[in-house]
């Protein structure tokens, strides 16, 4: 049992990228833009799937033979965690600095410097791995701060050099043309380089004097915020494409839609706790934040709790899609059989679509118990 466990986990681990490979090249083949980039995300993120099984199969294997100690144990956890990094940083580069034409990338970089993004992303996921392993290793060893500091600071500076190529080319690749419509990402891309790569020199240099724990603090959390802001833009992408694919549109439609960019933002700010957590934050500080933004937010003598502002877009929505309903309604059963002419027909839709929409905001603010008196005040110190 012990061997077919560890002898699955083999396969899946190391074989089975190269038959998600396969497939994808078969995939892209075979489908248009938008299917080629939303079933090849969901197809080689299988990859990571097949990699974290693997994993799991290799801890059972081990822990079934009851030989491993404390310290085998640990050694095992922190192995496997550190595969599990290696599988995700190495999909992740794929996805940013694609190898093929068809899977979108928000970097400008030629197929050299892609290349050159894939193996610097790799060797973050590795080094950050190795570095978890020593963590672990630690846990129950306890090496002292002097040996983990001599152990880890290969290591680290190796991070800190793969951090920086990284940062270099987000840097290099957020290029735009001038004036265009993607300028300010690319000036996004252009500035999260550069503090990668300060982040990067700093964090090597304290692990050279000797602070490992700044130093620590500053590569690991920021290695594995770069790789989930990855993993958010990869998903942008999948989620555009899964959107034009619903909607029937073409490349430009999908990239001009806002329904995956909201998508995309909404799941942002629920990662908040989590990069928080990454970043030293206690269950117990995001506990006391979680329920002071329960608590509602004050404004004049009532408060906005999130329930209510739930309840605001539940009925809002419910409005505005019966709004846009009677306005398709009206414009082409009702006022074609009327004399109206076109401009008084097209004016008359649009006021009913404003009149909706107002209706559908002050029903919404009366549902959710939101004093209107609080924004009177507002907008008058606006005004």
């Known amino acids: 049992m ?48 097949m990699a974290m099984a693997g994993v799991s199969l290799f801890n059972v ?32 580069g794929g996805r940013l600095f694609p190898q093929r034409g ?3 990338s928000p970097l400008i970089l030629d197929e050299r410097q892609k290349a050159r993004a894939r193996t610097a992303s790799t060797s973050v996921g590795l080094l950050t791995g190795l570095l978890v392993i020593l963590g672990i290793l630690n846990l129950t060893v306890n090496f002292g701060t002097a040996k983990l500091g001599v152990l880890a600071l290969p290591v680290m500076i190796l991070l800190g050099l793969s951090m920086c190529r990284v940062g270099g080319l987000f840097h290099a690749g957020g290029q735009s043309v001038e004036g265009s419509e993607t300028q300010f990402a690319d000036r996004v891309e252009r500035l999260l380089g550069r503090a990668v790569q300060l982040v990067a020199i700093v964090g090597s240099i304290a692990a050279v004097i000797g602070f490992q724990n700044l130093a620590g603090g500053l590569l690991v959390p920021t290695a594995i915020s770069l790789g989930f802001l990855a993993f958010l833009a990869s998903l942008h992408f999948a989620l555009r494409a ?16 806002l329904a995956p960019v909201l998508a995309t933002f909404v799941l942002a ?4 706790p989590f990069l928080a957590l990454i970043w030293g934050a206690r269950g117990s500080d995001l506990g006391e934040a979680w329920t ?13 709790s999130p329930g ?52 559908a905001a002050v029903a919404g603010i009366t549902a959710a118990g939101i004093d209107l008196s609080s924004f009177a005040i507002i907008i008058g110190a606006l005004g």
Request: positive net charge; proline residues 2%.
């Open 2 to 49: 012990c061997i077919r466990d560890s002898g699955g986990s083999v396969f899946l681990v190391f074989r089975g990228p190269r038959l998600i490979e396969h497939w994808l090249a078969r995939i892209e083949t075979r489908s248009d833009e938008h299917g080629s980039v939303l079933y090849g995300f969901l197809l080689s993120f299988g990859s990571v799937l």
């Open 61 to 92: 294997a081990l822990i079934s033979t009851g030989i491993l100690g404390d310290t085998g144990r640990s050694l095992a956890i922190g192995i496997n965690t550190a595969i599990l990094m290696f599988a995700v940083a190495r999909w992740l």
């Open 102 to 104: 068809s899977i979108p």
């Open 242 to 257: 899964g959107y034009g694919l619903l909607r029937g549109l073409d490349s430009t439609g999908a990239k001009q839609a």
């Open 269 to 272: 700010l629920g990662s908040v």
């Open 292 to 304: 002071r933004f329960t608590e509602g937010i004050p404004l004049g003598e009532s408060s906005i």
């Open 308 to 359: 209510d502002l739930l309840t605001f877009a539940v009925v809002f929505a419910v409005g505005y899609g019966l709004t846009r309903l009677v306005q398709g309604t009206l414009r082409t059963s009702v006022l074609p059989r009327t004399s109206l002419d076109k401009g008084g027909r097209n004016a008359i839709v649009s006021g009913l679509g404003y009149l909706g929409v107002t209706i």
